[in-house]
């Protein structure tokens, strides 16, 4: 198991459990007791929980792991949501979308489809993004015209934020927004751990025709701190097949149309 995949799974037991015992998280992970410490050392240096005697405490009840840890978790789910996702881009359209790996993806999965293509070889796209990486990425690719927004950079999700992005956003109308989120629960609606990232968010929501949110099943009725948008305001909620009829269920019912990929 690489360290991300370790640091996931640490992670992942704070949250369930509340704290984590050296010695039970060793056997549960199949490694040795001195990488778990190593491992809850450098957790504790980035402030992601708090080390004590034998283990570790949760420093706060939600976490906001960097990006470049979360690109391994769940990375075929976030693959099969993004390309449901991308199918929904049509040529000639104005998509925006957040910053997150499964927003990432699904900047991938559009920038890979054949069939968004213009006549003369010009873009055939335009994504407004307040990402770098996926700017970067897309950057590239001639068939999509990018629109980057100014703001200060948040190193945990290469998102830009603040009022030069808010400044940008405002000007814009999208046909589409894809939306990755932290927790999305019936009552709070999308909710984000940060409350920048969700502010940008949330503009970046009211400033399009439809609203998709991209989730896996391990976000579905979570809350996370800040809100982002209400339920009414998602129309497409795309997860996984791991997540269950019942778990859907109350989205569905609320007139969100559920894809599960």
């Avoid at 690489?2 to 037991?13: F, I, S, T, V, Y």
């Avoid at 039970?24 to 050392?41: F, G, H, P, Q, Y």
């Avoid at 399009?208 to 391990?218: G, K, L, N, T």
Wanted: charged share 20%.
């Amino acid at each position: 198991m690489k360290r991300p995949e370790r640091w996931n799974a640490l992670l992942d037991l704070l949250t369930r459990d509340g704290r984590i015992d050296v010695e039970e998280a060793a056997a549960e992970l199949a490694v040795s007791a001195a990488t778990i410490r190593r491992d809850l050392d450098e957790l504790a240096q980035q402030q992601m929980l708090t080390r004590t005697r034998g283990g570790a405490v949760a420093q706060n009840l939600s976490y906001d792991l960097p990006l470049r840890y979360k690109t391994a978790r769940r990375a075929s789910e976030k693959q099969r949501i993004a390309a449901a996702a991308a199918r929904l881009a049509e040529p000639g359209s104005i998509v925006g979308l957040n910053g997150g790996t499964t927003t990432t993806e699904v900047a991938r999965a559009i920038s890979l489809r054949g069939d968004l293509s213009a006549p003369g070889g010009g873009p055939a796209v335009t994504v407004v993004t307040n990402a770098l990486n996926i700017a970067s990425e897309l950057a590239v690719r001639p068939q999509v015209k990018i629109v980057l927004t100014g703001g200060v950079a948040r190193p945990q999700s290469f998102e830009l934020m603040g009022p030069l992005a808010t400044g940008v956003l405002g000007q814009v109308s999208l046909d589409l927004a894809i939306l990755g989120v932290d927790a999305l629960d019936t009552v709070q609606g999308a909710t984000a751990h940060h409350e920048g990232e969700a502010s940008i968010n949330h503009l970046m929501a009211g400033r399009a025709d439809r609203v998709v949110v991209v989730a896996d099943s391990s976000k579905l009725g979570r809350r996370a701190f800040a809100r982002i948008c209400a339920l009414e305001e998602i129309d497409v909620l795309i997860t996984d097949t791991g997540a269950g009829a019942e778990l859907v269920a109350p989205y569905t019912e609320a007139g969100v149309q559920v894809i599960r990929a």
